[in-house]
């Protein structure tokens, strides 16, 4: 794991097998988080359940009660802020190469395809 300024304590999320759930708002959210002082100490748990449920604050903290799932546990809020920023760019990189449209070698075609129909007289 890279080095995370703050961090006393690995996550225990999978982070490479998240749900992908969709927003209002049409964007895509997989380890949607929030901070929560414990123990004098800040955890960041998950509010997007392994099984895709999208939860309140409230029911999060039940969540990571019941299961013990965070993301990371911190010293300061600041530095799990930093981290669920960071963590939130990461897991918005990795959904892009899986767009499902065409690959770039399809589209690339499919221009070749259009221009050469367009330089013909028929």
């Given at each position: 794991m890279p080095d995370v300024p703050g961090l006393l304590v690995p996550g225990t999320v999978d982070l490479l097998h998240r749900?992908?759930?969709?927003?209002?708002?049409?964007?895509?959210?997989?380890?949607?988080?929030?901070?929560?002082?414990?123990?004098?100490?800040?955890v960041l748990i998950p509010t997007v359940?392994?099984?895709?449920?999208?939860?309140?604050?409230?029911?999060?903290?039940?969540e990571f009660r019941k299961t013990g799932q965070h993301l990371g546990i911190f010293d300061t809020p600041q530095h799990a802020t930093a981290y669920a920023e960071?963590?939130?760019?990461?897991?918005?990189?990795?959904?892009?190469?899986?767009?499902?449209?065409?690959?770039?070698?399809?589209?690339?075609?499919?221009i070749q395809a259009v221009a050469t129909h367009m330089g013909r007289k028929e």
């Open positions: 749900p992908r759930v969709k927003n209002l708002d049409g964007s895509i959210s997989t380890v949607r988080s929030i901070g929560v002082n414990v123990d004098g100490h800040e359940t392994p099984d895709g449920r999208m939860l309140t604050p409230a029911q999060a903290v039940q960071q963590l939130h760019q990461q897991q918005a990189g990795s959904l892009a190469p899986s767009w499902p449209g065409p690959s770039l070698d399809g589209l690339v075609q499919a």
